[in-house]
């Protein structure tokens, strides 16, 4: 198979949804379509336990268990299907944004009976911005929910989103009767002990077919030819160019635990869902299709033994075939580099590759040399763009509880930054260290990590810090932007690149500040250029 054949085979995608949806079920239920793995319960133990709030171990555990699970391939169909894992835990929502930066596409999950949740709104907002073509999945039709109409209209409303209904069920909750699947023109029948058996529908073109009423009966069979009837009155048809340009989103219904629907989704899904697409870099658009190699570090794995400090860096690849053993430049340090065991990720293993393509995930063991948002290549000067900061939400001063291991403490902090667990600003006045992060799980965690992987200790101090605010000057000599410096001297900070950071304690601040400084522009995001 030659490059371009590689390449249109290949679909990465992500699955987002609010916790407790059915992420991890749905996936479950792909990967034994792929014939990935055996039996289902194998992808469980990759999540948070619910509620956690302090078990590191768990954590620990669970950080484990997701390097192999961080990425889970398989075949079907002859495409090969890379799912990488996006954590529903809302404190690890920073290395989900992340992922979303080596996604094509992603699938949403959505539970009927709760219907669009805060979790799925955040997520879906990243992926609009970035135009990722999307299909949604709604999960649990075999338990009562909302009505099915309703349901589409909150999906439009509150993500924002045009939806195209590509199967309709039939019925909910105890009189859940099965889909029509629109997409395939096949009527997919849910009852008693086929409920866990893959069958592949049966054809119906003509609804008015009177064999309809014969299957489901006639009072099911009327409300199926209207509510269908209205599906094409209301929502457009498909169109596979305006899915690709994130203008509609397909619906699929079904019941994941059920492996109910699932098939359905997962045939239209390789059909329709992108190939790896091209990437911008900050010098030009890069094609998966060019000969030469380019990749990205998305995310940064600690090894789970502590005396082995050695990490997994996870690499997408843009463009080009990466290799075993082959010099490939790492573009911010200038220096050349090769790699003797490439990991690539199988459902539950990972293995040494020689070879990998655009749309592949490498797994590269790492000393310390990457960060996130690294870009590898063959030689030429490039860096990928999106892979930014988001501000956190929870700030906290971090002091050294421990004045023998101040180098530890320092050592440590810096990698679990490049790692991505928080961000670390310093404080313009003092010097002072202020950690940030997405959820207050992640201040344990790394007080739990400095002391058993570092032998550092930390102590926290309150902060009361509402944003950190990137700072961008329309002109760095300006009066206005000497000022602001001079006014808000206090609150300024410097972030991990050294760019200058304005730590505002609260809303009202970030607006009067905007309002009396307008030529400073102040930025949630740390990458706005
Ligand atoms: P998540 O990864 O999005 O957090 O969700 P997960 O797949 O773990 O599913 C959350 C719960 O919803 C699980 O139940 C799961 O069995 C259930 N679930 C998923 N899909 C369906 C479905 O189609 N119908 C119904 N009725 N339930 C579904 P749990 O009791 O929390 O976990 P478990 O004890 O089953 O493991």
């Not at 349901?151 to 889909?179: N, T, W």
């Not at 599906?231 to 219904?253: C, H, M, T, W």
């Not at 990457?370 to 900061?389: A, C, M, Q, R």
Request: net charge neutral.
């Amino acid at each position: 198979m030659d490059l371009l054949q590689e390449i249109q085979r290949r679909r990465t995608f992500g699955i987002i949804s609010h916790p407790d949806a059915g992420k991890t079920t749905l996936t479950e239920k792909l990967l034994l379509f792929g014939g990935a793995i055996q039996e289902a319960g194998a992808v469980k133990s990759n999540k948070i336990k619910k509620g956690a709030t302090s078990d590191f171990m768990e954590i620990e555990r669970q950080r484990g268990i997701s390097v192999s699970t961080s990425v889970l391939a398989f075949i079907y169909k002859g495409k090969k299907i890379n799912i990488l894992d996006t954590p529903g835990h809302k404190d690890f929502a920073e290395d989900t944004f992340r992922t979303l930066t080596a996604v094509d596409s992603v699938i949403v999950v959505i539970d009927v009976a709760k219907g669009v949740e805060a979790q799925t709104e955040k997520l879906v907002e990243v992926c609009r911005m970035r135009n990722i073509p999307m299909i949604v999945f709604i999960n649990k039709l075999d338990r009562e929910g909302k009505d099915a109409f309703d349901l589409l209209d909150e999906v439009e409303q509150k993500l924002g989103l045009k939806v195209v209904p590509l199967s309709f069920p039939i019925g909910m909750g105890y009189d859940f009767k099965g889909i029509y699947n629109i997409w395939e023109k096949k009527l997919n029948l849910f009852s008693g002990d086929a409920k866990q058996k893959v069958t592949d529908g049966i054809e119906f073109t003509d609804l008015d077919d009177p064999e309809l009423d014969k299957m489901i009966g006639e009072k099911a069979a009327e409300t199926l030819r209207e509510e269908l009837e209205l599906v094409r009155e209301v929502y457009p048809g498909f169109d596979k160019e305006a899915y690709l340009n994130s203008e509609i989103q397909p619906v699929f219904f079904g019941s994941a635990l059920n492996n109910f629907g699932v098939k359905e989704l997962l045939d239209c899904f390789i059909e329709i869902a992108p190939s790896p697409q091209p990437k911008m870099s900050n010098t030009r658009l890069v094609d998966s299709k060019e000969d030469k190699f380019t990749g990205f570090v998305f995310k940064i794995h600690a090894n789970m033994d502590p005396k082995h400090r050695d990490r997994l860096a996870f690499v997408k690849i843009v463009s080009g075939i990466f290799k075993r053993n082959t010099n490939y430049l790492h573009v911010k340090h200038g220096k050349k580099m090769k790699f003797s065991s490439p990991n690539a990720f199988f459902a539950e293993k990972k293995e040494i590759v020689d070879e990998s393509f655009p749309g592949d995930i490498v797994g590269l063991h790492d000393t310390g040399n990457f960060k996130i948002g690294d870009t590898l290549t063959e030689g030429e000067i490039l860096e990928f763009k999106g892979v930014p900061s988001f501000s956190p939400e929870h700030f906290r001063y971090v002091n050294n509880a421990d004045p023998m291991k101040a180098k530890q403490l320092a050592k440590g902090l810096d990698q679990l930054m490049d790692e991505g667990v928080a961000q670390l600003f310093t404080l313009d006045l003092n010097g002072r260290k202020v950690i940030g992060t997405v959820g207050a799980l992640q201040f344990e965690v790394i007080q739990y990590r400095l002391e058993h992987e570092y032998g550092a200790k930390c102590s926290y101090e309150n902060l009361n810090v509402h944003k950190a605010c990137w700072v961008e000057p329309e002109d760095k000599q300006s009066e206005e932007f000497k000022e602001f410096k001079r006014v808000k001297q206090r609150y300024l900070a410097k972030d991990k690149k050294g760019q200058l950071v304005f730590l505002a304690d609260s809303a009202f601040t970030v607006q009067m500040t905007q309002q009396k400084y307008p030529t400073v522009k102040l930025h949630f995001v740390s990458e706005f250029k």
